[in-house]
């Protein structure tokens, strides 16, 4: 059984830091695509980042300079660190990993969800 577990989200201070973690268990997931979304309640799920299997990112445009995405040598662990909070990044993140070869921006990507983590950010 595959399962997305994220940790790492809490309450934090504009400006702050946080570092979210996602570990993967139930197949390996090194040749597969493996990203960030974010919800608020009320709107679709946004995409956050994204990491291919060969360590290439893509990140959403209002995070650049602030987020960055990796994961470990083995692929089925993928982080987001988060610096330069702002109360507009508040949502629940989940971790997402794609079925197969496919790496973008689309949730439609990705097959297998976690359950989320919230992220508070206070002005």
């Known amino acids: 059984q595959v399962q997305l577990v994220e940790s790492g989200g809490g309450l934090v201070q504009a400006g702050g830091s946080l570092r979210l973690s996602c570990a993967a268990s139930?197949?390996?997931?090194?040749?597969?695509?493996m990203g960030w979304f974010r919800q608020t309640p009320g709107k679709e799920r946004e995409f956050v980042a994204a990491i291919d299997w060969f360590g290439g990112s893509t990140l959403y445009d209002s995070v650049k300079g602030r987020f960055t995405i990796a994961r470990d040598n083995a692929g089925n662990t993928v982080y987001l660190q988060m610096n330069l909070l702002k109360p507009e990044d508040t949502a629940v993140y989940y971790c997402a990993a794609s079925a197969d070869g496919k790496f973008g921006r689309w949730v439609g990507f990705y097959r297998y969800w976690g359950q989320g983590t919230q992220v508070t950010v206070s002005s």
């Open positions: 139930g197949r390996t997931f090194s040749r597969n695509a």
